[in-house]
């Protein structure tokens, strides 16, 4: 892959105000030292959920008796890629929407649905309907995304969407900022830290653009 080949950084910056799910917990930094006399580091401390800005749910944030982030392998967020775009569906994105980008489907797909990512919290986010889940499933894809909070509605309590990631053991990456992506093939590189025990990880996703 030559060294110039264009890449789309796809992941919000992360901050104290970046919108999170009512009750999560929010970015927050600290310092425990600053450099000055007698100390030669400036060193910070993080406190936030796993799931703000652009991430990777693990098994374990729907399933008890599924894999953390930690035991979940890598290869699904890392290779050829699909960006689709749905831009104003709502309230969700359905097989229709997608049927046109099917031919060719490599393993990985992230649909488009907003014209900008959201800055504030907005329940009235766009989610994957059940069945197209599985339709992408059944097409060999092992990885899908989106960019907004969650593949399921804000008041899901049964996470259907989810639960069929679980089912075709797919891997999801939420929150991800599309805005200037152009529908088409990429390479993704999304991979998200090895945090023991946790239920999802941030990650910072690009595209890389596909060169012959």
């Excluded at 917990?25 to 401390?45: D, I, K």
């Excluded at 992506?181 to 998200?192: H, K, R």
Aim: glycine share 6%.
């Amino acid at each position: 892959m030559p060294a110039t080949a264009r890449l789309w950084d796809i992941s919000p910056t992360i901050a104290p105000d970046s919108p999170v799910f009512p009750g999560d917990e929010p970015y927050r930094l600290a310092w425990t030292a600053r450099l000055g006399p007698g100390c030669p580091v400036n060193l910070s401390a993080l406190t936030m959920s796993p799931h703000v800005g652009a991430h990777a749910d693990a098994p374990l944030h729907y399933a008890n008796d599924a894999p953390a982030i930690d035991e979940v392998a890598l290869t699904a967020y890392l290779g050829p890629c699909r960006v689709i775009h749905a831009l104003g569906v709502a309230p969700l994105i359905t097989i229709e929407h997608l049927r046109h980008a099917e031919a060719g489907l490599p393993p990985r797909v992230l649909v488009r649905c907003r014209e900008r990512a959201d800055t504030v919290w907005n329940p009235d986010f766009t989610a994957y309907a059940p069945e197209a889940i599985a339709w992408l499933a059944e097409r060999g894809v092992k990885l899908i995304g989106i960019d907004t909070p969650s593949v399921d509605p804000a008041d899901s309590k049964t996470l259907d969407s989810h639960q069929l990631l679980r089912k075709h053991d797919l891997r999801v990456l939420e929150n991800l900022v599309l805005d200037d992506v152009p529908a088409g093939d990429y390479e993704l590189i999304a991979l998200p830290l090895k945090l023991q025990g946790a239920c999802a990880s941030p990650v910072r996703a690009i595209l890389r653009e596909l060169t012959r």
